[in-house]
C-alpha cells in the first residue's frame, strides 16, 4: 500500500503518521525525543509501520469471506496485544543485556558483587511480571517502554533492596543508565518474525487454540503477507525538523501542520490552539484548513508544557497527575507569573504562605491558560470550531479552564474539540502535506541511516 | 540604518566603497574635532536638521547610529550590561543603554576612534519621549547646552499650518539662537540654502533606488540592502557633496542592476530567485542582522519597500528640502518623521506600499525597546488584512539587545509565514 508519512520530532515526544492514499490513518507511532532526534525520528517510523501493518492485517482478516473470518476472528482480536508483547520483551531483552554491561563496570568490586546478584533478581521478577502489562489484567499507564520497564524496574527494585543488602539508588542509577542506551539503540526485529511469535503464543493459549490451529495461522500469513507498504513522500514537521535527514523541501513548519491536522480531525476548525514542551501557538485557519494568521509565544518558554514539568518535578508528581490534583481544588489562587524558571521559587513560597497544593495548582493552570488566551487573542480571538491539540490537552484540568475562559471571552456555544489522539496532529497535518508533494510529482527522499 | 563597514559583503559595489570611506572620515573629522575648534552636536535621526547643524561648520554625533553600529559590531550585551549595572531597568529603550554603556566605557565610536564630547545636544524631534529622558542622561553626564524643539503630533497625517508657524517660531527664535551662541557664528542663510539645495537632489534619486523595487525582480532589498542606502541621508551627510555624489552613483549602479534583471545584492552575493516579494514594517535587529537577512533570502523572499527606511524622512511620499522656504521645509521634515504620523496614516501608507510595489504580503517586527513603533502594530495588521487580503506576519525582537533575538523561534515564524503565503496563493490545498 502507498502512503504518505509525517513526521513531526517535538522537543519532548516525536511522533510519525502514516495516512493511505485517502488519507485515512493507518498507523502512528510515539516515542520520547530524548537526545538523539535521529533516533527518536527512526523510532517513531518504525512504531508507526508496525502499527500499519497490523491494521493492515485486521483489514485483511476482516475482509475475509464469512467462514474464514469467523474462524480468524479470535485470533485477530489477540493479535495486536501479543504483538506488542513481543515487541516489549524483545526491549527487555536489550535492556538486560544493558543493565549487566553496566553492573559490570561498577566499582569497587564488593560493591558490584553485591549489585550482581539484586540485579538478577530484579530482571527475573521483571519477566516475571511482563504477561501482566498485556493480558489486560493491569491498565497500561503509558506505551513507552521507558515507563512501562521504569514502573516494574522500580518496584522490582524496592521489593529486592527491602532487606537493605543493598542500596536502592544504586540500583535505580543502573536502569537510568542502560535505559538510555535501549532507547537511542534501534535493534528491531523483522516485522514477519515478531509476527510468527505472537500468533505462536497466542495458538499456544487454551483459549484461542483451534481445532484447526494449522489452517488459521495459515489464513492470518497469507493476509500479512499483503501488508506490506510503500511509503511514497515523507514531510517533517516540528520542533527539531531541521535536524530530520530530509531535504528542504521534505520540511514545513509546524503551525501549518497543526493547522492542517486539526482541521482533518475536525473539519470545523476555525481556531487552533496548541501547546506543545517549548511552545505555545493560536493558528486560524479557513475553511479548507490553510492557515490565514498565527501568533507563538516568543522566546519565553513561560506558560508552555515545560511549565507543568516543572510544577510536577518540584511537587515530586507525574505530570499526568497534576490535572487531576487540581481539579480537586476548593478554590483558584490568584497567580501572575508563568515564568518556567521561577516556578519553583513561586510555589514553595506559595506553600510556605500555608495555600494549599491543590488551590494553587488550580491557580497554576489557569494563568498558563490566560496566556494563550492572550495569544488567541493577538491571532484573532477564537472562532466556532475550536480545537485544541498538543501534550497540554491531555490535561483535565487544563482542557476545564479553557472551556471556562473560552465560554467567558468568546460565544457560550462554541464547540471545543479536543481529540484522543490529538498528540499526532502535527504528523498527520505533514503527512497530509507528503500526499499533496506525492501527488503533485514534488518531495525529495530522505536520507535515512540504517540503525 | 546607517553603514557598519563592510557589513554587506558579496562583491562590493562602488557606492559601498564611497559610503564606508565617508564614514571613516566622518569619524576622523569627529576624533579631531577638539584639536581643529570645531564644535559639535549630538542629535537623533528622526527630525536631523543636519543642513543647519552643517551651515554653522559644526559636525553632528548620532547616538541612535552609535548604539545600533555596537549592536552589528557584537559590543552591544556588554554596553547594555554596563548601563544596567548603574541602575538602568531592563526594560528602558536599549539604544539608551547601549549608548550609556559605551559612554561608561570611554565613548569609542564605532571605527575605533574617540568620540568628542557635545557641545550642544540638539532634541528635534520629541515624538519620542525616551528621546528627551535621553539627552537628559547625557546633560547630567556633559553639562552642555540642550536645545529642544517641540514636534506636534500628526494624528491625521496632515501638517496644518499652524503646527508648521509653532515649529518654525522655534527654529528662528530658541534652535537656531542657541546654535549661533554654541557656534560662536550668525546663521548664514546662503551656506544653508546650498545644503538644502544638494539634500533635495540627493533625496531625488534615492527615491528612484527606493522605486526601483516595484520592478520585477527588484534590484534592491527595500529593508536590509535599505538600511544601508539610506545611511549617509539618514546621518550627518545629508545636504553635502558627498551624499550628492553617493546618490547619483547609487542610482546609477541600481539602474544597472534593473536593466540586467539582476535582484538585489544580499550577504551572500545576488539573490537568484525572488519568490516572495515583502512589505517590512518596523525596525530590524541590528545584534543577528545578516542571521535575520538570511531568514529571508534563504526562502527567496525580497522586501520591496519598508517603513524604517523611511523614517529620516518620507520622501517617496512628495517631501523635498526646499531651498526656497529654508525654515518652513525644515519643520515640515521634523513633523513628517515617520513615527510621527497616527495609526491610520501608517497604515495608509503601509498599504500603498504593499499595493504598487505588488507584495504578497508584509511582516512585522515588532521590537520591544521602540514604543513609537510598536504600539497599535497588531491593530495595523488586521486592518491592513482586510484592507489588501493580502497575509501579514508577525514577529518579536529587539533593536540591539541581544538576549531579545531567539532565532529558532523567529526563524520559525518567518518559514511559517512563507509557507502561508504560498499555500494561500495556491488557493488552499489539494
Ligand atoms: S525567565 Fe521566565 S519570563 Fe524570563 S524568559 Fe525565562 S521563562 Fe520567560
Known amino acids: 500500500m502507498k502512503c504518505g508519512v509525517g513526521i513531526d520530532l517535538g522537543s519532548t515526544t516525536t511522533k510519525a503518521v502514516l495516512l493511505d492514499e485517502h488519507g485515512e490513518i493507518v498507523g502512528q507511532g510515539i516515542t520520547n525525543s530524548r537526545s538523539n532526534y535521529e533516533v527518536a525520528c527512526a523510532v517513531a517510523r518504525e512504531e508507526a509501520l508496525t502499527a500499519a501493518r497490523l491494521s493492515l492485517l485486521a483489514r485483511a482478516l476482516e475482509q475475509l469471506p464469512g467462514e474464514q473470518r469467523t474462524r480468524t476472528a479470535a485470533l485477530a482480536a489477540a493479535l495486536p496485544e501479543a504483538f506488542r508483547f513481543e515487541l516489549y520483551l524483545d526491549q527487555l531483552a536489550d535492556l538486560e543485556g544493558e543493565l549487566r554491561a553496566c553492573v559490570g563496570q561498577v566499582k569497587p568490586d564488593s560493591l558490584r558483587h553485591a549489585l550482581e546478584p539484586a540485579l538478577d533478581e530484579v530482571i527475573e521478577r521483571m519477566s516475571r511480571t511482563a504477561a501482566s502489562l498485556f493480558d489486560g489484567s493491569v491498565a497500561r499507564r503509558s506505551d513507552f517502554f521507558r515507563d512501562l520497564a521504569g514502573a516494574a524496574f522500580m518496584a522490582a527494585a524496592e521489593a529486592v533492596c527491602a532487606g537493605g543488602a543493598v542500596p536502592f539508588e544504586r540500583l535505580a542509577g543502573l536502569f537510568d543508565r542502560a535505559v538510555l542506551d535501549v532507547e537511542t539503540t534501534m535493534t528491531r526485529k523483522p516485522f514477519d518474525h515478531v509476527l510468527r511469535r505472537a500468533i505462536a503464543r497466542v495458538t499456544s493459549q487454551d483459549a484461542v487454540a483451534a481445532p484447526d490451529a494449522a489452517g488459521v495461522v495459515d489464513l492470518v500469513l497469507a493476509a500479512a503477507a499483503g501488508t506490506a507498504i510503500d511509503e511514497v513522500a515523507f514531510v517533517g514537521t516540528g520542533y527539531g525538523r531541521q535536524t530530520l535527514p530530509f531535504p528542504k523541501e521534505c520540511v514545513r513548519s509546524e503551525i501549518l501542520c497543526h493547522g492542517r491536522g486539526a482541521h482533518a480531525a475536525f473539519p470545523g476548525t476555525r481556531t487552533v490552539l496548541d501547546i506543545g514542551g517549548q511552545d505555545t501557538k493560536a493558528i486560524q485557519v479557513d475553511e479548507s484548513g490553510v492557515v490565514t494568521s498565527f501568533q507563538m509565544n516568543d522566546r519565553c518558554a513561560a506558560g508552555c508544557g515545560r511549565y507543568l514539568g516543572y510544577i510536577a518535578d518540584e511537587l515530586g508528581l507525574g505530570l499526568h497527575e497534576l490535572g487531576p490534583l487540581a481539579m480537586r481544588a476548593h478554590r483558584v489562587i490568584r497567580v501572575n507569573s508563568t515564568c518556567t524558571v521561577f516556578a519553583g521559587a513561586e510555589l514553595r513560597e506559595r506553600l510556605a504562605l500555608g495555600q494549599r497544593r491543590e488551590d494553587i495548582l488550580a491557580g497554576l493552570h489557569r494563568a498558563m491558560m490566560l496566556r494563550a488566551m492572550s495569544l488567541l487573542a493577538r491571532s484573532g480571538g477564537v472562532h466556532d470550531q475550536f480545537t485544541f491539540t498538543g501534550g497540554v490537552c491531555k490535561n483535565e484540568m487544563a482542557t476545564k479552564v479553557l472551556h471556562d475562559l473560552v465560554a467567558e471571552h468568546y460565544s457560550p456555544g462554541t464547540r471545543v474539540n479536543i481529540h484522543p489522539d490529538s498528540i499526532y496532529m502535527g504528523a498527520r497535518g505533514a503527512a497530509l502535506f507528503a500526499l499533496d508533494d506525492y501527488r503533485a510529482g514534488r518531495g525529495g527522499a530522505p536520507a535515512w541511516r540504517e540503525y | ?430
Not at chain 2, 584639536?35 to 535621526?45: E, I, L, P, S
Not at chain 2, 539604544?95 to 574617540?114: A, E, F, H, Q
Open chain 2, 1 to 430: 540604518m546607517s553603514t557598519p563597514a563592510a557589513a554587506a559583503a558579496g562583491a562590493k559595489d562602488e557606492s559601498q566603497i564611497r559610503q564606508k570611506r565617508m564614514i571613516g572620515e566622518h569619524f576622523e573629522r569627529l576624533a579631531r574635532a577638539r584639536h581643529d575648534g570645531r564644535k559639535v552636536v549630538y542629535t537623533f535621526v528622526p527630525g536631523n536638521l543636519t543642513e543647519l547643524i552643517a551651515s554653522f561648520g559644526m559636525l553632528s554625533v548620532l547616538p541612535e547610529i552609535n548604539a545600533l553600529q555596537s549592536g552589528m559590531r557584537g559590543r552591544s550585551a556588554a554596553y547594555i550590561a554596563e548601563a544596567e549595572k548603574s541602575g538602568h531597568s531592563e526594560d528602558v529603550c536599549t539604544y539608551v543603554k547601549c549608548d550609556i554603556g559605551m559612554l561608561r566605557s570611554g565613548n569609542i565610536g564605532p571605527t575605533g576612534t574617540k568620540l568628542p564630547e557635545p557641545d550642544l545636544l540638539l532634541l528635534s524631534y520629541t515624538g519620542c519621549f525616551t528621546f528627551m529622558k535621553w539627552f537628559e542622561l547625557l546633560r547630567e553626564q556633559y553639562r552642555c547646552p540642550v536645545a529642544m524643539l517641540h514636534v506636534p503630533y500628526q494624528p491625521d497625517g496632515v501638517i496644518t499650518p499652524s503646527m508648521r508657524a509653532y515649529v518654525v517660531d522655534q527654529l528662528k527664535n530658541e534652535v537656531i539662537p542657541a546654535m549661533e551662541r554654541v557656534s560662536g557664528r550668525r546663521l548664514d542663510l546662503d551656506e544653508l540654502t546650498a545644503q538644502l539645495a544638494r539634500s533635495a537632489a540627493a533625496e531625488d534619486d534615492l527615491v528612484a533606488v527606493w522605486e526601483s523595487a516595484r520592478h520585477r525582480p527588484s534590484p534592491i532589498d527595500g529593508y536590509f540592502g535599505g538600511v544601508y542606502y539610506v545611511g549617509p541621508i539618514f546621518s550627518a551627510f545629508r545636504g553635502s557633496e558627498e551624499a550628492v555624489a553617493y546618490y547619483r552613483e547609487l542610482r546609477r549602479e541600481v539602474d544597472a542592476r534593473m536593466a540586467a534583471g539582476k535582484g538585489p545584492a544580499t550577504p551572500d552575493g545576488t539573490l537568484a530567485e525572488e519568490r516572495y516579494r515583502l512589505v517590512v514594517e518596523g525596525p530590524p535587529n541590528w545584534t543577528s542582522f545578516n542571521d535575520f537577512w538570511r531568514m529571508f533570502t534563504r526562502e527567496g523572499a525580497v522586501a520591496v519597500a519598508s517603513t524604517y527606511t523611511r523614517v529620516g524622512g518620507l520622501y517617496d511620499t512628495g517631501f523635498r528640502h526646499d531651498a526656497s522656504h529654508p525654515f518652513e521645509t525644515l519643520a515640515d521634515y521634523c513633523l513628517g518623521c515617520y513615527t510621527n504620523l497616527g495609526l491610520p496614516a501608517r497604515v495608509a501608507l503601509l498599504e500603498r506600499y504593499i499595493r504598487e510595489y505588488h507584495a504578497d504580503g508584509f511582516i512585522i517586527n515588532s521590537v520591544k525597546s521602540c514604543n513609537s513603533f510598536s504600539a497599535g502594530q497588531l491593530l495595523m495588521l488586521r486592518e491592513l488584512e482586510r484592507r489588501t487580503g493580502r497575509p501579514g506576519g508577525f514577529i518579536e525582537s529587539d533593536l540591539v539587545d541581544p538576549r531579545y533575538f531567539g532565532k529558532a523561534n523567529i526563524e520559525n515564524r518567518i518559514q511559517s509565514y512563507l509557507q502561508m503565503v504560498d499555500a494561500r496563493r495556491h488557493g488552499g490545498y489539494a
